[in-house]
């Protein structure tokens, strides 16, 4: 017997680690040796934390880079990095590196920031808590997935990927022991990219996925 | 006080204020404690005033407390505030000796209630000392920092450290605040209060009667900053930039501000302020008493664009209340405020007197620039900068906090997936 979808929720508060890079050389030290939280919460927990999407930067590296140490070419080839296409942390974080190291070779100098503009870096705790919101059937999502919070598509769209053996959504996980049946629903949810968006946009995406398999508009 | 959630539900969303319940239903009960220095005037009172019924709305046994002291503890407390932002303001040893032994004097007072607290949360340097007597405590003991302390006058800092440090953690504005601690520092920026007196939306006529009242004339553009009358808010800055502004374009300039109980030196600041606005009509220097907060908002909303020409800010709530009133805020590019105006999106940072006029006169020669700026000024403090974002922070530091240092906090989940 499959087991009820149970809708949870997500609250993040954010640390400091303690950590901070003055110039691009120092980000780089840093970042090989940083909690792999602080990397996951420089890409994945902005989301969360504002609701303005820099229209230019994707991750805070790449904010830091443009803000900071005016730097365009670094903040712009590190905004590209999607964190999607790393199996892991810590080949997101040697991608990261790799990107850096690359362009300090190509630098004759060393991009520095003003005091005070460091690179801080944070890390996250994450409180997950039952919505006491259940699904036996995959029907009900259609309409519930409109009124989810936030914090449920963070917890079940983004923080699943670093939670589940097969880094992938929960959605499409629980429809998959219902066999072939939501097999085109599970690959449109699969298709859709987390990243470069906002939670708002990304839950909308997630609803229209489920209401176009049911037949909606 | 029965609806206080309902109410905040109908500015917010009902989404939010269910986020907050869940998140407080393993908290029922709880005994929290907040102690401060201030029952009125500055950020962290009007923070409280809202938090704590909120707490206890949410089934938390909350309270609040504010230690008390003479005028040489106020006087050595505002040393502290100076010198942990930067001023090199030396304290003598009988200052801090008053200041220890006020902290002891009030730790007897509040002893049952703090001993018994599962969590105390300890605001700004005042009550620091608090913790240092508390050898049966109960519960977690936290800082909570409000200042801008990343380049401390170091002496100053290193006495304060010796407190701090033996808290089971400590909470921040900005990342960029912090200094080194043996212990988890949390960034929890601070927040306004839309249904406030001061935040509340008022009635049109409201608003022209209190300009009307300050001679303010309502067919001349207005820029106003609010704040307490303190040099690191530079509002002989701000004059020098209505100065520049009026040689192109007819404006008004003003200037209002309460005291602080904790704050003696706002009087001199706000006499050299006097003096260098002279006689000149434009220019209204309004001293407001620390509940003048209807009035307050009056001033922002008839406003045409905020100012807050800070030099050092903790984290500046006025800027997030002039947002909220859907008016574009130009201020200083420091601390907090960097979190709150976004650069060109809902207001403009700016360095200097000139800039701060450049972006002032640009602004009131586009009007339709303002207007959206304004509109995604409101938006933006409504999304990020409202107290029920604040609760929701502490709540969840108030869990983790109880559940140790883990990434992952998963409270009493069923078996799922």
Same mark, same amino acid.
């Given at each position: 017997?499959?087991?009820?979808?149970?809708?949870?929720?997500?609250?993040?508060?954010?640390?400091?680690?303690?950590?901070?890079?003055?110039?691009?050389?120092?980000?780089?030290?840093?970042?090989?040796?940083?909690?792999?939280?602080?990397?996951?919460?420089?890409?994945?927990?902005?989301?969360?934390?504002? @609701? !303005?999407?820099?229209?230019? !930067?994707?991750?805070?590296?790449?904010?830091?880079?443009s803000?900071?140490l005016?730097?365009?070419?670094?903040?712009?080839?590190?905004?590209?990095?999607?964190?999607?296409?790393?199996?892991?942390?810590?080949?997101?974080?040697?991608?990261i590196?790799?990107?850096?190291?690359?362009?300090? !070779?190509?630098?004759?100098?060393?991009?520095?920031?003003?005091?005070?503009?460091?690179?801080?870096?944070?890390?996250?705790?994450?409180?997950?808590?039952?919505?006491?919101?259940?699904? @036996?059937?995959?029907?009900?999502?259609?309409?519930?997935?409109?009124?989810?919070?936030?914090?449920?598509?963070?917890?079940?769209?983004?923080?699943?990927?670093?939670? @589940?053996?097969?880094?992938?959504?929960?959605?499409?996980?629980?429809?998959? !022991?219902?066999?072939?049946?939501?097999?085109?629903?599970?690959?449109?949810?699969?298709?859709?990219?987390?990243?470069?968006? @906002?939670?708002?946009?990304?839950?909308?995406?997630?609803?229209?996925?489920?209401?176009?398999?049911?037949?909606?508009? | 006080?029965?609806?206080?959630?309902?109410?905040?539900?109908?500015?917010?969303?009902?989404?939010?204020?269910?986020?907050?319940?869940?998140?407080?239903?393993?908290?029922?009960?709880?005994?929290?404690?907040?102690?401060?220095?201030?029952?009125?005037?500055?950020?962290?009172a009007?923070?409280?005033?809202?938090?704590?019924?909120?707490?206890?709305?949410?089934?938390?046994?909350?309270?609040?407390?504010?230690?008390?002291?003479?005028?040489?503890?106020?006087?050595?407390?505002?040393?502290?505030?100076?010198?942990?932002?930067?001023?090199?303001?030396?304290?003598?040893?009988?200052?801090?000796?008053?200041?220890?032994?006020?902290?002891?004097?009030?730790y007897e007072?509040?002893?049952?209630?703090?001993?018994?607290?599962?969590?105390?949360?300890?605001?700004?340097?005042?009550?620091?000392?608090?913790?240092?007597?508390?050898?049966?405590?109960k519960?977690?003991?936290?800082?909570?920092?409000?200042?801008?302390?990343?380049?401390?006058?170091?002496?100053?800092?290193?006495?304060?450290?010796?407190?701090?440090?033996?808290?089971?953690?400590?909470?921040?504005?900005?990342?960029?605040?912090?200094?080194?601690?043996?212990?988890?520092?949390?960034?929890?920026?601070p927040?306004?209060?839309?249904?406030?007196?001061?935040?509340?939306?008022?009635?049109l006529?409201?608003?022209?009667?209190?300009?009307?009242?300050?001679?303010?004339?309502?067919? *001349?553009?207005?820029?106003?900053?609010?704040?307490?009358?303190?040099?690191?808010?530079?509002?002989v800055?701000?004059?020098?930039?209505?100065?520049?502004?009026?040689?192109?374009?007819?404006?008004?300039?003003?200037l209002?501000?309460?005291?602080?109980?904790?704050?003696?030196?706002?009087?001199?600041?706000?006499?050299?302020?006097?003096?260098?606005?002279?006689?000149?009509?434009?220019?209204?220097v309004?001293?407001?008493?620390?509940?003048?907060?209807?009035?307050?908002?009056?001033?922002?909303?008839?406003?045409?664009?905020?100012?807050?020409?800070? *030099?050092?800010?903790?984290?500046?709530?006025?800027?997030?209340?002039?947002?909220?009133?859907?008016?574009?805020?130009?201020?200083?590019?420091?601390?907090?405020?960097?979190?709150?105006?976004i650069?060109?999106?809902?207001?403009?940072?700016?360095?200097?007197?000139?800039?701060?006029?450049?972006?002032?006169?640009?602004?009131?020669?586009?009007?339709?620039?303002?207007?959206?700026?304004?509109?995604?000024?409101?938006?933006?403090?409504?999304?990020?900068?409202?107290?029920?974002?604040?609760?929701?922070?502490?709540?969840? *530091?108030?869990?983790?906090?109880?559940?140790?240092?883990?990434?992952?906090?998963?409270?009493?989940?069923?078996?799922?997936?």
């Open positions: 017997m499959i087991e009820e979808f149970r809708i949870l929720d997500c609250a993040l508060i954010t640390i400091s680690t303690g950590e901070q890079a003055q110039n691009l050389r120092e980000l780089r030290d840093r970042l090989l040796v940083t909690h792999p939280g602080s990397i996951y919460y420089h890409f994945w927990g902005v989301m969360l934390r504002h @609701t !303005y999407v820099d229209p230019e !930067y994707q991750n805070d590296f790449a904010v830091w880079a803000h900071a005016h730097d365009h070419i670094i903040a712009e080839r590190l905004s590209l990095i999607d964190p999607n296409e790393h199996i892991s942390i810590e080949d997101l974080r040697r991608e590196v790799e990107i850096i190291e690359q362009h300090l !070779y190509e630098k004759e100098h060393v991009p520095w920031a003003r005091t005070g503009e460091q690179f801080q870096f944070t890390r996250s705790q994450i409180v997950v808590f039952d919505t006491k919101q259940k699904l @036996t059937t995959p029907d009900g999502f259609k309409e519930m997935i409109p009124r989810l919070p936030l914090g449920s598509i963070f917890y079940h769209f983004i923080d699943s990927r670093r939670r @589940t053996a097969e880094s992938r959504n929960d959605f499409s996980i629980w429809l998959s !022991y219902f066999g072939d049946s939501y097999s085109e629903l599970i690959d449109r949810l699969d298709n859709i990219d987390p990243y470069f968006t @906002t939670l708002g946009n990304l839950r909308d995406e997630i609803s229209d996925a489920f209401c176009r398999f049911n037949g909606g508009e | 006080m029965d609806n206080l959630l309902d109410n905040y539900a109908g500015v917010v969303g009902y989404e939010i204020i269910d986020h907050l319940k869940q998140l407080a239903a393993p908290l029922k009960g709880m005994k929290i404690v907040h102690v401060n220095s201030t029952k009125e005037g500055g950020g962290v009007e923070i409280l005033n809202r938090l704590i019924p909120l707490k206890l709305e949410l089934g938390i046994n909350a309270s609040w407390e504010v230690i008390e002291g003479n005028s040489d503890f106020y006087l050595c407390t505002k040393k502290m505030h100076n010198s942990l932002q930067g001023d090199r303001d030396d304290i003598s040893e009988a200052l801090l000796k008053n200041y220890e032994e006020t902290g002891r004097q009030n007072q509040l002893r049952d209630k703090l001993e018994t607290a599962d969590v105390v949360f300890i605001h700004d340097p005042q009550p620091a000392p608090l913790l240092s007597f508390a050898n049966r405590r519960g977690k003991w936290l800082w909570r920092c409000h200042i801008d302390v990343s380049h401390p006058y170091r002496p100053i800092w290193k006495y304060i450290r010796k407190f701090v440090e033996s808290y089971d953690a400590s909470i921040w504005s900005l990342s960029t605040f912090t200094q080194p601690m043996p212990h988890p520092l949390y960034l929890i920026p927040s306004i209060d839309p249904l406030s007196e001061k935040n509340i939306e008022l009635p006529d409201e608003v022209d009667s209190v300009l009307a009242r300050h001679g303010i004339n309502r067919e *001349l553009p207005v820029i106003t900053q609010i704040s307490r009358f303190d040099r690191f808010k530079d509002p800055g701000v004059i020098k930039c209505y100065r520049h502004i009026r040689k192109s374009i007819p404006v008004q300039l003003i209002a501000g309460g005291g602080a109980t904790d704050d003696p030196e706002g009087a001199e600041v706000l006499k050299e302020v006097k003096d260098f606005a002279g006689d000149d009509p434009d220019i209204h309004l001293e407001l008493p620390p509940d003048a907060h209807r009035e307050i908002n009056a001033l922002q909303r008839g406003s045409d664009i905020v100012i807050q020409k800070s *030099l050092r800010e903790g984290f500046g709530l006025t800027v997030s209340e002039g947002l909220w009133k859907g008016k574009p805020v130009v201020a200083g590019n420091t601390g907090g405020i960097k979190l709150q105006v650069d060109h999106y809902n207001g403009f940072l700016i360095n200097t007197s000139e800039g701060a006029a450049l972006r002032i006169r640009y602004l009131l020669k586009h009007r339709s620039i303002l207007e959206e700026m304004g509109s995604r000024a409101h938006q933006f403090v409504l999304e990020n900068f409202l107290i029920t974002r604040h609760l929701r922070e502490y709540l969840t *530091l108030v869990v983790a906090l109880l559940h140790g240092s883990d990434e992952r906090i998963e409270l009493e989940l069923p078996g799922n997936r």
